[in-house]
């Protein structure tokens, strides 16, 4: 296949899951386990046309109104909806065509499923966390991508970053909740796939990117009380941002 071409079908592949993944975010809060859910209108509940399904026609479409009701579309929701299809593209240009590509593959769709849902409704369901690192260990386990005791060492570290993150927080914030049971296993995810070292480097970027963000709503919204930092985000964006520059095959 053309390269050109090749590059087409996985950025349209990838549009693809971030309109559904999307819609299921928008929906789970509702009924986390009517899947079908996820073809309805987030506003009105019905189906629209099926235009709106599809990759490129949603920006397209995004200064109309839907079909189904009055409700326009937003430019934003079409652009998010679009870097599925980028990650996608670069993944191929880091792993080409291996089985390390359709792992990255995995791995960032889970990513994505994760963060909007956690944009969404402010958690990240056990679905895709639990389900994450199974399949992170089922692969260091028979795959060696990474290796088990990297993959172990990845959920121990990773997680409990986070935790001990979290209680500390909790101390000197007197909040005993400081950080989500989600969050907390969706980092343990990340270190499934990426292993210790690699996970740590993507936990500690989002942990950065997370404070300097929030430093910069305090100082935005001062005496403000009860503002919360949606973490989930930032978690995906340091392990995307990992996947993609980090070591030459991050799973090894």
Same mark, same amino acid.
């Given at each position: 296949?053309?390269?050109?071409?090749?590059?087409?079908?996985?950025?349209?592949?990838?549009?693809?899951?971030?309109?559904?993944?999307? =819609?299921?975010?928008?929906?789970?809060?509702?009924?986390?386990?009517?899947? %079908?859910?996820?073809?309805?209108?987030?506003?009105?509940?019905?189906?629209?046309?099926?235009?709106? &399904?599809?990759?490129?026609?949603?920006?397209?479409?995004?200064?109309?109104? =839907?079909?189904?009701?009055?409700?326009?579309?937003?430019?934003?929701? %079409?652009?998010?909806?679009? !870097?599925?299809?980028?990650?996608?593209?670069?993944?191929?240009?880091?792993?080409?065509?291996? !089985?390390?590509?359709?792992? @990255?593959?995995?791995?960032?769709?889970?990513? !994505?499923?994760?963060?909007?849902?956690?944009?969404?409704?402010?958690?990240?369901?056990?679905?895709?966390?639990? @389900?994450?690192?199974?399949?992170?260990? %089922?692969?260091?386990?028979?795959? +060696? +991508?990474?290796?088990?005791?990297?993959?172990?060492? #990845?959920? !121990?570290?990773?997680? *409990?970053?986070?935790?001990?993150?979290?209680?500390?927080?909790?101390?000197?914030? =007197?909040?005993?909740?400081?950080?989500?049971? #989600?969050?907390?296993?969706?980092?343990?995810?990340?270190? %499934?796939?990426? *292993?210790?070292?690699?996970?740590?480097?993507?936990?500690?970027? /989002?942990?950065?990117? /997370?404070?300097?963000?929030?430093?910069?709503?305090?100082?935005?919204?001062?005496?403000?009380? *009860?503002?919360?930092?949606?973490?989930?985000? &930032?978690?995906? *964006?340091?392990?995307?941002?990992?996947?993609?520059?980090?070591? @030459?095959?991050?799973?090894?």
């Amino acid at each position: 296949m053309n390269m050109v071409m090749l590059y087409i079908v996985l950025f349209l592949l990838g549009n693809l899951v971030g309109i559904y993944l999307h =819609h299921l975010a928008s929906y789970y809060h509702r009924n986390p386990k009517e899947w %079908s859910a996820i073809f309805k209108c987030e506003e009105c509940g019905q189906r629209p046309g099926w235009l709106q &399904f599809l990759p490129i026609s949603r920006m397209v479409l995004s200064a109309s109104a =839907h079909s189904c009701c009055s409700t326009k579309n937003r430019l934003k929701n %079409s652009l998010l909806e679009a !870097l599925p299809g980028l990650i996608y593209v670069g993944l191929y240009l880091k792993f080409e065509n291996s !089985l390390d590509f359709l792992l @990255a593959i995995v791995f960032s769709t889970l990513l !994505l499923a994760g963060m909007w849902i956690d944009l969404e409704q402010r958690l990240i369901p056990n679905v895709i966390t639990i @389900a994450g690192i199974v399949i992170g260990l %089922s692969s260091a386990l028979f795959l +060696r +991508r990474p290796v088990f005791l990297d993959s172990v060492l #990845g959920i !121990l570290i990773c997680g *409990g970053f986070l935790y001990l993150g979290g209680l500390l927080g909790g101390y000197l914030f =007197h909040k005993p909740n400081a950080m989500g049971g #989600g969050d907390i296993k969706y980092a343990a995810m990340i270190g %499934s796939f990426l *292993g210790w070292e690699n996970g740590f480097w993507a936990v500690y970027v /989002a942990t950065v990117a /997370a404070t300097m963000y929030g430093v910069i709503v305090l100082l935005k919204h001062r005496g403000e009380k *009860g503002r919360e930092i949606c973490f989930g985000p &930032f978690l995906a *964006g340091g392990a995307v941002l990992i996947l993609l520059l980090g070591n @030459a095959y991050v799973f090894f």
